[in-house]
């Protein structure tokens, strides 16, 4: 849909303009859009007005000099300089144009025409483009003062163009804009241009394209198609029994057309829909219309030709011989009492088909299966009792699983440093009450898990001056954070202050043990004791968690 701005009409009426001193014949003009009707004799709108630098003067209420130029033009042309004259008068009717000024109040006479100054005339070549420039003040003389009795007057004043015929008689063709003029300061303005929405006419154009169908005798038909298009188009059907020669389906104007209760002579038949407004038409693709037979129960009696021999179904699954001609083929299979779909079958090399019976057809009852073509043509059948399947049934299914993992072995949030004397120092001869070294994390989530060792080192204490205290005064008590993981610990036994150092351990992981990708959570407590010598000073070390694989 497109929206567009129009020119607001002018108001209602038949106007009529005498111009004064160019002859006295009138000629009746119906206000319109002279872009939408461009045969109307008079507007109110497609007009623009400019100061004598072009500039366009949108602006209500913008004041103009009486001596200012003014630019008249239309919207289809170059709308800064030019009209284009058969936008207000028919090609061919008028050959000579006058810019003019009426007074919309001032009745000639009763007679319902306009009396209009001319300001100057132009004979132009008939269906040119014209570039008038005009001021009120061209006017100096004529009927009634001229211009200045316009400007002593004051009030509404319409100032336009008139195509006009027999040498200015009769005018063909108005276009006019309303201004107010000022006399006591020679001055005038205009009144604004108003817009509105005008939705514009779109032909049709096709959105959903009908489908062919396929049903069987007796069954209805659906086709449904749909266009866009502004205003809304209407739609009709139409059918073909060649595709060439079409004819409407009678009362067929809606979306959908419903063909009802088919019929074999109709197969074949194609249908399109016609989509129209007042711009235009579309017509959509054409389909066909498919019917098969009607799915009837064979019998002895009417299919004994495609007959089988019944053979009981195992596990379920029934057989059907249809013929080595009918070899890798596929058929619709149906089973009565009550007809019912099983689907669509392949046949194999030797053009055997597999049916499988549902548990609702094993019921100790006779039923009938049947293969058909697609146009329902029945190919083979057989038909028997279906006995019960014997309890408690059994079958295998294979299940198959896939297990990843990241590959990821790491050691990971060792914290870079821990006071071991938080609050204040340690006495000589004392130990430190317990303080975290904070929570780490043990990843193993490798292809093959062999297990791991989780080993600490430390250095010996110094102080900056070079004081020495031996790295047994440090104490260290692995623990596991969270819950317990089977084959990951954390070392029994503490390390205390005042043992041996080596390289301990803090924590392993035996072979087979998982912390998956998430890892696990290890901290210790870590305590320190002052020899009972030790110089007064602050003393550093450093740990070394080493992660290494068995």
């Given at each position: 849909m497109s929206i567009s701005k129009k020119w607001s009409a002018a108001a209602a009426g038949l106007l009529s303009i005498v111009l004064v001193g160019g002859g006295v014949a009138s000629a009746n003009a119906a206000p319109g859009d002279p872009i939408k009707n461009p045969q109307s004799n008079g507007s109110e709108g497609s007009f623009y007005l400019f100061d004598e630098n072009a500039e366009l003067s949108e602006t209500p209420g913008k004041v103009f000099d009486r001596f200012q130029y003014v630019f008249a033009a239309s919207d289809n042309v170059d709308y800064l300089s030019e009209i284009d004259p058969d936008d207000y008068a028919a090609a061919g009717t008028w050959d000579t144009v006058y810019k003019f000024i009426a007074k919309p109040s001032e009745l000639n006479g009763g007679t319902g025409s306009?009396?209009?100054?001319?300001?100057?005339?132009?004979?132009?070549?008939?269906?040119?483009v014209l570039t008038p420039a005009l001021t009120l003040g061209d006017l100096t003389g004529g009927n009634n003062g001229g211009i200045d009795s316009v400007f002593a007057a004051d009030g509404d004043w319409l100032v336009g163009l008139a195509f006009t015929t027999n040498a200015g008689v009769t005018p063909v063709g108005l276009v006019y804009r309303t201004v107010t003029i000022d006399g006591d300061t020679d001055t005038y303005t205009y009144a604004p241009i108003e817009y509105e929405d005008v939705v514009e006419?779109?032909?049709?154009?096709?959105t959903t394209q009908p489908t062919s169908a396929s049903v069987t005798e007796g069954a209805d038909a659906t086709f449904t198609a749909a266009a866009s298009g502004t205003p809304a188009p209407s739609v009709k059907w139409q059918s073909s029994t060649n595709g060439t020669d079409w004819s409407d389906v009678s009362g067929a104007t809606s979306a959908?057309?419903?063909?009802?209760?088919?019929?074999l002579a109709q197969s074949g038949a194609q249908y399109r829909a016609v989509f129209t407004n007042a711009a235009g038409s579309a017509t959509t693709n054409s389909v066909q219309l498919t019917v098969s037979a009607a799915i009837v129960e064979p019998t002895a009696a009417t299919h004994a030709a495609t007959q089988k021999t019944f053979e009981a179904p195992v596990n379920g699954v029934l057989t059907i011989d249809a013929g080595a001609a009918n070899a890798n083929q596929q058929f619709k299979a149906i089973a009565w009492s009550a007809q019912t779909d099983l689907g669509t079958v392949t046949t194999n090399a030797a053009g055997v088909a597999s049916i499988t019976v549902p548990a609702a057809l094993q019921d100790g009852a006779a039923h009938t299966f049947a293969l058909l073509q697609a146009n329902n043509q029945v190919v083979a059948w057989t038909n028997g009792v279906i006995a019960a399947p014997e309890f408690p049934l059994t079958d295998t299914t294979a299940l198959t699983a896939s297990v990843t993992n990241s590959g990821k072995f790491a050691l990971e949030g060792v914290n870079a440093a821990v006071n071991l004397t938080p609050i204040e120092a340690v006495k000589r001869g004392a130990t430190t009450t317990p303080v975290p070294l904070g929570a780490f994390t043990v990843t193993d989530d490798r292809d093959n898990l062999v297990g791991w060792n989780l080993n600490a080192t430390v250095t010996e204490f110094k102080t900056a001056a070079g004081d020495i205290i031996p790295n047994t005064a440090l104490g260290l008590a692995p623990k596991k954070v969270g819950e317990a993981v089977e084959g990951i610990t954390a070392r029994a036994t503490p390390k205390a202050a005042g043992d041996e150092w080596t390289s301990t351990l803090?924590?392993?992981?035996?072979?087979?043990?998982?912390?998956?990708?998430?890892?696990?959570?290890?901290?210790?407590?870590?305590?320190?004791k002052a020899p009972a010598k030790a110089k007064k000073g602050t003393y550093t070390s450093t740990l070394t968690l080493t992660l290494s694989s068995k």
């Open positions: 306009w009396r209009a100054y001319a300001l100057d005339a132009a004979a132009g070549p008939n269906g040119g006419d779109v032909a049709p154009a096709v959908s057309l419903t063909v009802p209760a088919v019929t803090v924590a392993e992981g035996a072979a087979n043990s998982n912390t998956v990708e998430a890892g696990t959570q290890f901290d210790a407590d870590l305590t320190f």
